[in-house]
């Protein structure tokens, strides 16, 4: 069980208790709680097509095509292969790290980076919060304990939805927590 | 007439060829290197933690790549 009371994280980062972080709309008394991302399992596509695309390449370029192209063309399509392929993990790392689900001791905060250029903020009040579920699908999510924690509020509030993280149940114990408290 | 369909067919055609795209794409990249480091710095006021330098400095160094990329497509094509 999580004591929110020590700072602590998971090896990935995706599960922070009580992180070193802060974000544009913070109030001055908000204090960050929980910081979640996806579970790093789900994120595995384009970590192996990061690593097989430069290992692939580099092997067929080097291979097959000496016989067609010189020396200095063969140099930089390697470059040209190595470079996108840091530039494809960057930009997936990138939304990865700033997707994020925070909780606060007055609100409930879902960031969205979809890609590099849209982005969506959605907060809730914890006082608002009225019904918290989780859903843990399948073998992967079972066997790594990652889940979908959603969100829901009273009235016409927008809901909000923490996407693939890890300990979905924990999330839901510290929410409580702090409705209780407050 | 003939000269000039011949240097279609030549090698030094192909590698022409192969510089002008080089050079294109590397520009491109540079585009999107700049946008990249730019949003990098939004989404780092927007999260900020104690790596936000480094996730900068990491995103910074695409320009760098782009500017490694255009100069390589210049120079060894």
Redesign the interface.
Known sequence: MADITKPSHNISHSFNILPDVSFETQGPTETVYLVLRKHPITQIWWILNAILLPVVGLYVGNTFLPQFFTPGQLLTFNLFLIIFTFSYAWINFLLWYFTVGIITNERAVDLDFYNVLYKEFTATTIKQISEITTKIGGFIGSLFNYGTVFVKTQGFEQNMEFDLVPYPSEVVRVINDLQNQT | MEEFFAFFNSAAFF?LF?KAF?VF??FF?LI??I??TR??QI?N??????TGPI?FA??FL?II??L??II??LT??
């Open positions: 590698t192969f080089a794409f590397a990249y999107y290197a946008i990249i949003q990098t989404m006021k927007t999260l900020s933690t104690h996730i990491l995103s695409q790549f782009a490694l990329l390589a497509s060894l094509l």
